[in-house]
């Protein structure tokens, strides 16, 4: 399994029935390949629809019904569409209860950098600002390290995305929690040992005294 | 309510002037009344827009005639006409959190002097604006957006100038119609009064000013 794989279909077990969830751009959307179909999620589109569906069939896609980044998608039976104020209402309001972002630095006591390196990326920030600041719970969704360098650092060097800290990132090496501020090892990946995930993190990691394998 | 032809409606519009454009990725965005912008040659826009959109579509034609002067927006990452033109300093940037900027337009359009948010406190968002604490919760005070001119586009128009959208073309357009002193409005379908039942209306009618007649 490559490392996506595994990081998107971990990511999918933290979602429950009922759930309105918003997918960020990369691995997030992903995650929708590997949440089972009798688990009933409303996905949002910040563009404006709850109830996205797969990708449609080639000559299938409408002009005007794309997700966030512009891409046809399909809207499933009971799909919503709504205007940005709404959308963003939904988000900032806590009326979204997880949303699942790619990272680019998570530190120890868990503030996502995402949006920009200075001097190199300028993209703006979209709506990861809002998503951080107001959804219920927060997963990012990213690799470990980055060009051999870890991403979960002591402090983060790039601009911050929120100070509100996220709830949980989920690695190809582990899955990290933060309660009471503090980076915890929660998951090793399978295969991955304690030791190696430590190793292979900059930021300093509490461990529990059971840290079990995750279930896919 | 009149209606006019895109050639006039443009001619409307002077060098320099603000503009708002709806839109996402260029879903939703009057391409009709953005080729005339560019035909008319109308530069030292200030535009106001959810993104950059990618070259040779919605706004993103803008960059590519080199019209924009300065560019209000969430994300630009798609265009790289944009971003270079940032780079080179020939468009001032101003990147807001998406919620941020639709609602900035909202308190625009709704009389509000702007709105409290949580969003972007502590982060670089927050340099230079004003804080406010409210039962023990810190904001940032983001003041209220508005433009000269809004370019949209629905997906139903009836000829007093009600408007409905479809599917994700909807996103920045009803707002932005309440945010400009003059609101130009394309539509892939004019239909007769009454056509669109009132409870599907969703722009009323007075808030547009010229709707481009389909020939």
Redesign the interface.
């Known amino acids: 399994m490559d490392a996506q794989t595994l990081i998107a279909r971990r990511v999918a077990k933290e979602l429950h029935s009922g759930d309105l969830v918003n997918l960020g751009i990369g691995i997030p959307t992903l995650v929708t390949n590997y949440v089972p179909p009798d688990l009933k999620v409303f996905f949002q ?5 709850i109830g996205t569906g797969p990708i449609p069939e080639q000559g299938m896609a ?5 997700d ?3 891409r046809p998608i399909s ?1 499933l039976p009971g799909a919503s ?5 709404m ?2 209402g939904l ?2 309001g806590g009326h979204v209860d997880v949303t699942v972002l790619g990272g680019l630095q998570v530190d120890q006591q868990g503030h996502l950098a995402n949006w920009m390196i200075p001097g190199k ?10 998503l951080v ?2 959804s219920r719970r927060v997963i990012v969704a990213m690799q470990h390290a980055a060009k051999g360098k870890s991403k979960i650092v002591r402090e983060c060097t790039l ?6 800290p996220i709830d949980l990132v989920v690695t190809d090496m582990a899955v990290i929690a933060f309660p009471d501020g503090s980076a915890t090892l929660m998951e090793t990946a399978p295969g991955v040992s304690i030791g190696e995930v430590v190793a292979a993190t900059d930021a300093v990691l509490l461990l529990p005294d059971a840290i079990p394998e995750m279930t896919l | 309510m009149r209606a006019v032809s895109v050639v006039e409606a443009i001619a409307m519009i002077p060098t320099g002037a603000s503009v708002m454009v709806g839109g996402f990725m260029g879903v939703g965005t009057p391409e009709r009344l953005l080729d005339e912008v560019v035909r008319q040659r109308k530069g030292e826009l200030t535009l106001i827009s959810n993104d950059a959109c990618v070259p040779g579509k919605g706004v993103g034609k803008l960059f590519d005639a080199a019209l924009v002067a300065r560019l209000t927006a969430s994300h630009i990452g798609l265009n790289p006409k944009a971003q270079e033109q940032m780079l080179a300093n020939q468009i001032a940037v101003d990147l807001i959190p998406q919620g941020t900027l639709v609602e900035r337009i909202r308190a625009g359009g709704c009389g509000l002097g702007g709105v409290l948010t949580p969003t972007g406190v502590g982060t670089l968002v927050a340099e230079g604006k004003r804080q406010i604490e409210v039962e023990g919760r810190i904001f940032l005070l983001e003041t209220a957006l508005r433009a000269q001119f809004a370019l949209l586009h629905a997906f139903l128009a009836d000829g007093l100038g009600n408007l409905a959208y479809a599917l994700t073309s909807r996103n920045f357009n009803p707002v932005m119609a309440m945010a400009a002193d003059t609101v130009i409005v394309t539509a892939e379908n004019i239909v007769p009064v009454g056509v669109i039942a009132p409870d599907h209306v969703v722009t009323p009618a007075p808030l547009v000013d010229y709707l481009i007649t389909n020939e």
């Open positions: 589109s910040e563009n404006g629809l409408h002009p005007l019904l794309t966030a980044g512009g809207a569409t709504f205007d940005s104020a959308s963003f988000i900032r990326m300028v993209p703006g920030m979209g709506g990861a600002m809002d600041s107001g601009p911050l995305t929120s100070v509100r």
